[in-house]
């Protein structure tokens, strides 16, 4: 008796991954019973974190390709107003992981789960990495934990970037530090969970993972959150920062590491406050020469003082541009229509200028080559402009 195929029909919008290893998807979850969530409704929980890691997979095995959003979750899509119905990976769900030994990129992101930036995860993993997504619970609109329970999000695990900008920036850029530094723990917190899952463990965890050679990266508070961690962790060899405005110490000291920025373009930066409150893109002229300093400054130093620091400037792009957000359909009233809409660069362009940029600073800071083929820092590449604004 025949059976039929449980591969969906439906054909995923998300770019296909170049390189030459197929790619697995698990998820994973761990308890950090030396800290205390202050996010959670009882503060004295410990925290516990969900990971999505990708890897490359067997070559010989098969399977379905998983959902872009585990059903439990779509709650985050339907506050974002995206529809992810029909979306799929080109990632197998707990598919069995190649017989090799991988370096290990944490991923970082903010307000979101890592699954929205699986894209560019995919692709790193094709050409050889795994990468471990940190769900940083109270974040996201929604955290699911294998038991079933949901952990609803918080807004001040976002440090007030949701609301007005308005009242003293001194003390909200303290919070958003405050966060940052948490974020910067977690990925600490991940590491030292790796670590001691050992080389024997089953899985993917089975001697598959090289922690000798280990970065970071992240999305806004992530990125500061993956320098951060790379600044104060000697586990941690090289970090990239997608365009996350740094509100922490290594802003100001740098780190004694390699630093990849890749930053989108900030035309409100080239405004003082006056101009962008007759503008309309802002009400408090001190806070937007604030924060625009802030910024300009915190890219500058890590540029300087990284060793060595790269940044690179990409044409047409926004803040979310470097998200999966762009790849899928955008409903009505949907919060985030603005600013896709402000993008002027394609979608498969910007992943493929993002992931170029990333794989050729990681080959040569983690795995010791030069990239010819997605050579940094970006020749040839007319949206790239090189350096920090």
Not at 3 to 10: A, D, E, F, L, V
Not at 131 to 160: C, K, Q, R, W
Not at 191 to 215: E, F, I, K, Y
Not at 313 to 338: Q, Y
């Amino acid at each position: 008796m025949s059976s039929t195929s449980t591969i969906p029909t439906s054909r995923s919008t998300l770019p296909p991954p170049t390189g030459t290893h197929p790619i697995g998807r698990i998820s994973m979850e761990c308890e950090d019973r030396d800290r205390v969530d202050p996010y959670a409704p009882d503060p004295s929980t410990p925290r516990h974190l969900v990971l999505w890691i990708w890897y490359p997979a067997d070559p010989t095995s098969s399977g379905a390709p998983a959902d872009f959003l585990p059903r439990p979750w779509k709650l985050i899509a339907d506050q974002l107003g995206v529809d992810v119905t029909g979306i799929y990976t080109h990632a197998v769900a707990d598919a069995p992981a190649a017989d090799r030994r991988s370096p290990v990129l944490l991923l970082s992101p903010s307000g979101f789960s890592p699954l929205f930036l699986g894209s560019i995860a995919e692709e790193l993993a094709s050409h050889g990495y795994v990468v471990v997504g940190v769900n940083h619970t109270y974040e996201t609109a929604v955290t699911v934990f294998s038991d079933g329970h949901v952990a609803i999000m918080n807004p001040a695990a976002l440090g007030g970037a949701l609301g007005p900008q308005i009242g003293p920036h001194d003390a909200a850029f303290r919070r958003r530090a405050e966060v940052c530094n948490y974020k910067a723990a977690d990925l600490r917190f991940v590491a030292d969970h790796l670590s001691r899952l050992g080389p024997n463990g089953a899985g993917l965890t089975g001697g598959h993972l090289d922690l000798t050679s280990v970065g970071a990266f992240g999305h806004s508070f992530g990125g500061n959150a993956a320098l951060e961690w790379c600044r104060a962790d000697a586990r941690c060899r090289a970090s990239a920062n997608l365009d996350g405005a740094i509100w922490t110490e290594v802003g100001t000291v740098g780190l004694p590491r390699p630093a990849l920025q890749i930053l989108a373009d900030h035309p409100e930066f080239a405004l003082t406050g006056v101009d962008a409150v007759a503008a309309g893109i802002v009400t408090d002229p001190a806070w937007h020469d604030a924060e625009r300093m802030l910024a300009r400054d915190g890219w500058r130093n890590i540029d300087r003082l990284a060793s060595p620091g790269h940044t690179a400037r990409i044409a047409g792009s926004t803040h979310m541009s470097f998200m999966d957000i762009p790849f899928l359909a955008v409903e009505p009233g949907s919060p985030v229509a603005g600013m896709l809409a402000a993008a002027s660069i394609r979608s498969e362009r910007m992943w493929r200028l993002t992931s170029d940029l990333l794989l050729a600073f990681f080959a040569e800071h983690l795995d010791g080559f030069s990239d010819p083929v997605h050579g940094f820092p970006g020749t040839n590449r007319p949206e790239v402009s090189i350096g920090p604004p």
